[in-house]
């Protein structure tokens, strides 16, 4: 039996510093106020924040654009002129990087954030209605997850003349065909974690009261699988990311000349030990990406997690669990 | 404060103050604690939940450790055991058989656990490793410690240890998967492993509260057939003091990581000098008293174990507490000189010959307005008329084939009165949940009637009707946790059902502030979420949900057996007193017999979807007709150790029958302790006829044909005086 | 249970049946294979490209719904998957890109597993110590890795080793040395730095997500209440986690593993073509660039069988070590 006398000691904190004013306070807030207690999250959104702003306006500081040919540097390592040298065609590799940055960035957060959303439509839908819809709807997503994607991916970007190729460009068509084959797994999570809550009491509660069907998804489905679906979004967007450069480097994803950091990446590869630059520079710029995605789902999960033991650290000598209790209490009443 | 010293000073303080007091262990104590002290390391500081435990057990006595949830009862059990994590840091000293415990390797620990020191945990659903037959598990525990033993021996070991434990063909049995057990019996597998190896102290923690009380009946009987055939010492751990009553020699109450109270189980029972033991026993409602006084109340929640207390950790909950008792922790000292009843409280003396009643603010018992009303002259809230709710069972792979019906719920029909409370009682499965989730429901294709407030689900299906009759009807819920959303603050909460309704902003918020103080909770909390409330006050936040809308029927789903004891006492005060304040009526399921007949103005016993008894509380109690409410009322243990120990209890044969399985004739007579003693003449009746409730004069009624016959000797335990 | 398995299988033989024949109107609607023959010299006149194309049962002038009609009627009646643009039978090269295929994956396939749950183990055996943390970090990092380029950093590392020596340790591509003469020991040193790369650049990319899955399964099991029963009939806390802990957290772990070996094959396809192994993988990638229609499909078609073998077998599996499903 759970011990119900237990009081989440986390929240009274949290309540405690608000004191008990008019103000309803939100759960956003503490939860918030967890993640930015969590430094390795913090630094994953700094670097993830800084990348994006560069990928916007790192253009205005390079003296060159990725289109003109420098035809005194090509193939050049880096230099006061070009930062991270020039490609064998001579254009300048930081104003590539910068490009490729954008579209990759580009890439990840539309297929992270669609992704989600027709998972969690899809997902939910599939809860609610239960029975015969459910029954059809996850035999869709099955087969879905069955196709290889990778196949498709490569048919649909090089298809023929009348292919879709010429008319869209090849970062929307990867975008499309990402989406189609991204959303099933966190569609299936969601259903499942719906299906656990449409059997929670206090969803039965609400259904007892009369509470119309849409009001009890919205009121209280949407916002108790809410901290799922964040977290899904960032791990969609590394993800798509991921997949953009993987299918990029095979040469299947984004074609030339449109530019990313796959393409960058995939292209430098012949020559990798007389052009290193070329080479690294992008294969760094995703690490970082990456990396930082990866570190702030790391936070969001913490912060999350009602359990969550971000309130302070666990103490491992008696003899000095005063002394720390007292400098947590002092650093929250500073958060404060 | 201790927390400075060193182990070893520790130590060597516990000698020297055990000297000092003379409190040595006796030489034939089997197990002898002393000074045991737990601490954990949490993430919200040092957890001090085992402050200074002492007690010795005797050869084939048995000892009850009484406490609530969080009292330290438990981990004081797994202390002994050294089943703590490496991370808690325990101090003291823990004898068994005179060699110390403490301190000993995990590996120097096993040649003990399982051989001379055993345990039976509470949750037998878990207990088992799943992938594993219990043959296998049971020789586990054989292997272990007799390594020697040939393969058959250990086998014909382990059907012995399952026939003792009255597992019906063990041979068979052997090969079973823990799954294919029902909890009782897996509970009965774990107590064979306990004693396999003719344990010398055997702990029990909360072997039966996971049980229905027909099984718990069954366990506590086994237990006291192992601990009668291996001599072992029992330590019983319970949060029931109706458990320990008739099993215990000596009681330890335990409160906040500390006993607060020992003795014979007399002295407790009878005479408590502590006013938390005093308030515990007038918690707990009694089965066999039909006199009604409001239960007594013990408010606030207990402490929090990460401060270490500087006053008596009772005291904000006392009603006695006065400067005194804030200066310092009592220590527990003889209540009267020469015997072993010993209570931590500075005002023990004054206790003696004290009704609980005047020490704790009890409220009177409400009177409704209706009580004075005969029953047939009040209106009626809510009938039910031959409603059937029977399940297909599917089996087959591509073209399912129905191989059977379960007969959830099977022609029920009953009403409820303006300003009365309906019971429905009964094992689990026997379809008294699916009652309340059909009168829920309230449908048109239902099969059979369901009238609320005048209201039929078979003429009103449009949403209009509906809307109506959820006004009628709310509905508490069992786990207070799960039935609120833990991202809705209290206010969201309770202005949910009202906000549905369409009333003004302004009237849901005064409705707000009404409904805070009418459940008795602080009106500036509603602007906390769940997660901020002790179970107790989550309950009541439920319950004022429920009367949000000003319905005239409560459903209450076990509305109080997830609360603590003394929690429990509170929200029962509540209900009554709402009840009788606003009119309501309630319908409720529980399986806590006492609970019921405190509460209820008419029970009903259902049993396998049907209903066998039905009729006023007090009649059915204390009267029972038909020998499934006889057996059920017999297997309820009483907080009364003089009762628990002469009394006659009605030990039902094996576990409720699939609803699939039910035979034709009378359902119950595959476990009814009347047909067993029947000649097979008289027999016949029972299995080929299905008895009907009969009508009566009074207001009870039965459905069997041999009313009051006599009992199977088989099924009836006597304990002799031990 | 055999029954349920039928029943399983059949589902999945349909949605095999659906996922091929949408993948082949995709192919058939975009592929264009005349386009290619263009570029050929001398350049055939477009009436030769059709005839051509028509003698290999590839009429650009159908519309694609009969071509999907023709193309199926082969299938289910004389099982044949029709041919490429440039002549080949795709029955005849699928049994050899299979096996290619299977030779490059089985090794690595094995190893990983046996490498992913025993260092899982071994990290939930010494949770929060240092080679708990180095190791489990390492599987993280192989989330934000990207499988191909994971590929190619190995085999540039192999690369520079070659050069560091001097001579050539190992073949980084290829799947043996063709022409060569020798005895049974030559073949085998060949065989064997031939394999080593691409075997271990795909174990360690792979082992991680199995490490990690091992662990956390193992840790939610060391506290349950049946290890706690273990030790309290006398056993030592590690015989406890290894007799019993360590048996039920392998049911979730026996799943996931059937489940994810055809995610291992669809990993293949950035490791043939990084190694140059021409397997399944590369050949479908290869198909595509060059507009071939019935090639493309029947990849397609056998990375679907392949996964619905997987999930079977995941049944089959949860149904051997679990025996509460046992007994439906």
């Known amino acids: 039996m759970t011990n119900l006398n237990t009081i989440d000691p986390a929240a009274v904190l949290d309540e405690g510093k608000f004191g008990d004013d008019e103000v309803v306070i939100g759960k956003s807030r503490i939860i918030l106020r967890r993640f930015l207690r969590n430094r390795t999250a913090v630094a994953g ?110 048919v649909a970007t090089s298809g023929g003349a009348n292919g879709l190729k010429n008319t869209v460009p090849s970062w929307l068509l990867l975008i499309i065909v990402l989406l189609v084959f991204s959303w099933m797994g966190t569609a299936r999570l969601i259903r499942s974690l719906s299906l656990s809550l449409m059997q929670r009491d206090f969803v039965k509660a609400s259904q007892y009261m009369g509470i119309p069907p849409h009001r009890i998804v919205w009121r209280h489905l949407v916002p108790n699988i809410g901290s799922l679906l964040v977290l899904e979004v960032t791990r969609g967007v590394t993800g798509a990311i991921l997949a953009e450069v993987a299918f990029s480097f095979i040469g299947i994803g984004i074609k030339v000349p449109d530019v990313s950091l796959g393409v960058l990446i995939g292209q430098s590869t012949s020559q990798v030990s007389t052009f290193p630059w070329m080479f690294w520079a992008p294969l760094i710029v995703m690490f970082l990406l990456t990396g930082s995605l990866a570190m702030m789902n790391d936070g969001l999960r913490d912060a999350f997690d009602p359990s969550s033991s971000s309130v302070g650290r666990a103490k491992r000598s008696k003899a000095t669990g005063n002394a720390t209790g007292s400098a947590t209490g002092k650093k929250q009443k500073k958060i404060k | 404060m201790t927390s400075n010293t060193t182990a070893r000073d520790t130590a060597q303080g516990t000698d020297e103050r055990l000297h000092a007091a003379g409190l040595h262990a006796p030489a034939s104590a089997v197990l002898s604690v002393r000074d045991l002290n737990v601490r954990f390391n949490t993430e919200n500081g040092v957890v001090h939940a085992v402050r200074g435990v002492d007690f010795d057990v005797m050869p084939g006595k048995t000892l009850g450790i009484v406490g609530e949830s969080g009292s330290g009862k438990s981990v004081t059990s797994m202390a002994i055991m050294g089943l703590l994590p490496p991370t808690a840091e325990i101090t003291g000293s823990v004898r068994l058989q005179g060699k110390e415990l403490l301190g000993l390797s995990d590996k120097a620990m096993c040649r003990h656990r399982g051989s001379d020191l055993a345990m039976v945990f509470q949750d037998p659903l878990s207990s088992l490793t799943p992938v594993y037959t219990v043959g296998t598990q049971i020789i586990e525990a054989l292997t272990v410690h007799n390594p020697t033993m040939s393969k058959q021996a250990k086998e014909a070991r382990a059907v012995e240890l399952l026939g003792l434990v009255g597992i019906p063909s063990p041979k068979d049995r052997l090969k079973a998967f823990p799954h294919e057990f029902s909890g009782g019996m897996r509970q009965r597998v774990m107590i064979a492993i306990a004693i396999a190896n003719n344990p010398r102290v055997l702990i029990a923690d909360e072997p039966t509260t996971a049980l229905d009380v027909t099984i718990q009946a069954q366990v506590l009987e086994v237990l006291h057939a192992a601990q009668e055939e291996t001599g072992a010492a029992v330590v019983m751990i319970t949060h029931d003091l109706g458990v320990v009553a008739g099993m215990a020699d000596d009681i330890m109450v335990m409160y906040a990581g500390r006993p607060v109270e020992t003795g014979s189980v007399d002295d407790i029972y009878y005479s408590p000098r502590m006013p938390y033991t005093m308030g515990l026993l007038g918690a707990v409602p009694r089965v066999d008293v039909a006199e009604k006084s409001s239960l007594v109340p013990i408010d606030g929640i207990p402490p929090n174990l990460t ?9 904000p909950r006392c009603p006695l507490a006065s400067e005194a008792c804030l200066d310092g922790e009592p220590d527990l000292r003889a209540v009267a000189p020469g015997t072993g009843h010993r209570a931590a409280c500075i005002k023990s003396e004054a206790l003696a010959d004290v009704d609980v009643h005047t020490v704790f603010a009890v409220p009177d018992v409400p009177v409704s307005r209706f009580d004075s009303l005969p029953r047939h002259e009040r209106k009626t809230v809510l009938e039910l008329r031959d409603v ?21 719920v099977d022609g029920l029909s009953f009403d409820i009165r303006e300003g009365e409370c309906f019971s429905i009682v009964g094992e689990s499965g026997c379809g008294k949940t699916t009652t309340l989730l059909e009168i829920m429901e309230f449908h048109k294709d239902q099969d059979g009637e369901v009238v609320i407030g005048g209201l039929s689900n078979k003429q009103a299906a449009d949403a209009k009707a509906k809307s109506s009759m959820r006004k009628e009807l709310q509905m508490v819920f069992q786990d207070p946790t799960g039935a609120l959303d833990p991202r809705f603050t209290v206010y969201e909460v309770l202005a949910e059902p009202m906000e549905n309704l369409g009333m003004p902003k302004a009237a849901i918020r005064k409705r707000i502030m009404e409904l805070m103080e009418l459940v008795g909770l602080q009106a500036d909390h509603v602007n906390r979420f769940p997660n901020q409330f002790s179970g107790g006050q989550r309950q009541r936040i439920g319950i004022a949900r429920a009367l949000a809308v000003n319905p005239r029927l409560v459903v209450l789903d076990e509305p109080v057996s997830a609360l603590d004891v003394s929690v429990q006492a509170g929200v029962i005060n509540l209900l009554d007193k709402l009840r009788a304040e606003l009119g309501l009526s309630y319908l409720m399921v529980a399986h806590d017999l006492s609970v019921v007949r405190h509460i209820s103005n008419r029970v009903a016993v259902m049993y396998l979807g049907k209903i066998v008894e039905i009729g006023d509380v007090d009649a059915v109690f204390d009267n029972p007709r038909h020998p499934y409410t006889r057996a059920l009322l017999s297997a309820i243990p009483v907080p009364d150790p003089e009762l628990e120990r002469t009394r006659e209890r009605i030990i039902l044969q094996g576990d409720l029958p699939s609803p699939l399985e039910a035979p034709a004739g009378c359902n119950f007579a595959t476990r009814c302790p009347v047909f067993a003693a029947l000649p097979p003449a008289r027999q016949e009746k029972c299995l080929t006829l299905e008895p009907a409730l009969e009508a009566s004069a009074t207001d009870q009624q039965f459905a069997c044909f041999y009313p009051d016959g006599e009992l199977d000797a088989d099924m009836v335990v006597v304990h002799e005086n031990h | 249970m ?77 099982w ?180 994810t070996i055809p995610a291992i094959f669809a990993g293949g396809f950035f490791a043939e073509k990084i190694f140059a192994w021409h397997g399944v993988g590369s050949w479908s990638i290869d198909s595509i660039a060059l507009q071939d229609v019935n090639a493309a499909t029947a990849t397609l078609a056998y990375g679907s069988v392949i996964f619905a073998v997987g999930a079977i077998l995941a049944d089959f599996a949860t149904t051997l070590v679990d025996p509460r499903v046992r007994v439906q």
């Open chain 2, 307 to 315: 401060q270490p207390p500087t006053g008596c950790s009772f005291a």
């Open chain 3, 80 to 259: 044949d998957w029709g041919r490429s643009p440039n002549g080949a039978f795709i029955n005849a090269e699928f049994g050899d890109r299979v096996w290619i295929s299977t030779r490059l994956f089985l090794a690595s396939i094995i190893l990983t597993l046996v490498i992913g749950v025993a260092l899982g183990v071994f990290t939930a055996a010494r949770q929060y110590k240092a080679s708990d943390r180095a190791i489990t970090s390492y599987s993280y990092l192989m989330y934000i890795v990207p499988a191909p380029i994971a590929y190619f950093l190995v085999q540039l590392g192999a690369i520079n080793i070659n050069e560091s020596v001097g001579e050539r340790v190992f073949f980084v591509t290829g799947i043996s040395t063709p022409g060569l003469d020798g005895d049974g020991w030559a073949q085998f040193v060949d065989m064997l730095a031939h394999y080593a790369v691409p075997t271990f650049a795909i174990t360690i990319v792979g082992w991680g997500a199995y490490q990690i899955a091992q662990r956390q399964y193992l840790l939610d099991n060391v506290n349950a209440d049946f290890v706690r029963t273990a030790r309290a009939k006398g056993l030592t806390r590690n015989q406890a986690i290894s007799r019993h802990a360590l048996r039920v957290s392998f049911i979730p772990v026996a799943q996931s593993i059937a489940f």
């Open chain 3, 2 to 78: 055999l029954r349920y398995l039928a029943k399983r299988a059949l589902t999945y033989v349909f949605m095999i049946f659906l996922t091929t024949s949408a993948g082949y109107l995709l192919a058939v609607s975009t592929l264009q294979p005349a386009l290619l023959e263009q570029e050929r010299i001398p350049r055939p006149t477009p009436e030769q490209v059709v005839n051509s194309f028509r003698l290999k049962g590839l009429d650009p002038t159908l519309n694609p719904w009969e071509r999907y009609v023709d193309w199926l009627t082969g299938i289910l009646t004389r």
């Open chain 1, 45 to 154: 959104l700094a670097i993830f924040l800084a990348l994006t702003l560069f990928s916007f306006i790192g253009g205005f500081f390079g003296n060159w654009d990725k289109e003109t040919i420098d035809p005194f540097n090509i193939g050049m390592p880096p230099s006061a002129e070009h930062p991270l040298g020039t490609s064998q065609a001579g254009i300048d590799l930081y104003a590539l990087t910068v490009e490729g940055t954008r579209v990759s960035i580009l890439i990840g957060v539309v297929v992270g954030l669609v992704s989600v959303l027709i998972a969690a439509v899809y997902g939910c839908t599939m809860a609610f209605f239960g029975r015969k819809v459910d029954k059809v709807m996850l035999f869709i997503l099955e087969a879905l997850i069955m196709m290889p994607a990778l196949l498709v991916v490569a």
């Open chain 2, 388 to 408: 059937r709710k029977h399940f297909p069972l599917m089996k087959g792979a591509l073209i399912k084939r129905r191989i059977g019906t379960v007969k959830a």
